[in-house]
């Protein structure tokens, strides 16, 4: 009787060894497991492994003549040098990068352990264009943007007369007239004359001349401006649709 109680007793002994071991296990693995957490945490939240340099990235996408460089695209980094890669938006870093007048759109790829890369889409100049002391160029979303010289000599220009008004309007209105003249006939246009009340005048290379009036009902203008430039003339006044005029 008394063999089998003190085998009972070293039975429960050992499962209490168990037990304990067991719990000690758990315990270790627990607190390994919350350690790389932490450390992962950091490594990811505040090591400078992982921050970004503004002086490491690299640009694609720029043409030859671009008017714009790497030490723009710098500056427009440079509020995101020493931030987090992972905790960094790659979307708000496009942009700070799409915040330059010349860049139509950005977009921005990590690269470990500090860069970037940074892909370009250009805006694209319709016409050369000089007013309140700058020189550059007008967008196709009606701004205006900085282009080199080769670039600026491929370009229609555009005049302004002293009745015109404020050259955002000008601007914004002669975009969005341009864009709706058949290409054609655009890809043909040297000079552009805008007057009082934002009247535009078209010359093309070979002196053909185009009135176009005001920045209004550009669709149906567009039509017949499709329609008789093919008769030759040397005048196409479609500033009245209902009424057009050729010479």
Avoid: C
């Amino acid at each position: 009787m008394s063999g089998s109680v003190a085998s009972l007793n070293a039975m429960r002994s050992e499962q209490r060894r168990r037990r304990r071991r067991t719990r000690l296990i758990r315990a270790v693995i627990a607190s390994v497991s919350l350690a790389l957490v932490a450390t992962l945490a950091w490594v990811v939240l505040f090591s400078p492994l992982f921050r970004y340099d503004a002086t490491e990235f690299s640009v694609s996408g720029l043409s030859k003549d671009a008017a714009i460089g790497e030490q723009q695209v710098k500056d427009a980094l440079e509020p995101f040098d020493g931030k987090q890669m992972f905790t960094t938006r790659s979307s708000a870093i496009a942009r700070a990068v799409e915040s330059i007048p010349e860049v139509e759109s950005a977009s921005v790829d990590r690269v470990l352990f500090h860069g970037l890369e940074v892909s370009i889409t250009e805006k694209e100049p319709i016409a050369a264009y000089s007013a309140d002391g700058r020189t550059g160029a007008l967008a196709g979303d009606g701004t205006f943007i900085k282009v080199s010289q080769a670039r600026k000599g491929t370009l229609p220009v555009i005049r302004i007369s002293q009745e015109a008004p404020g050259h955002a309007r000008v601007m914004r209105a002669v975009a969005t007239i341009l864009s709706s003249i058949p290409d054609d006939v655009r890809e043909r246009i040297n000079i552009i004359d805008v007057g009082a009340g934002l009247q535009v005048t078209f010359t093309t290379g070979d002196h053909r001349s185009i009135i176009w009036g005001v920045n209004e009902d550009n669709a149906n203008k567009s039509k017949l401006l499709a329609v008789l430039w093919g008769t030759e003339s040397s005048m196409i006044d479609v500033s009245l649709p209902e009424a057009p005029v050729t010479q």
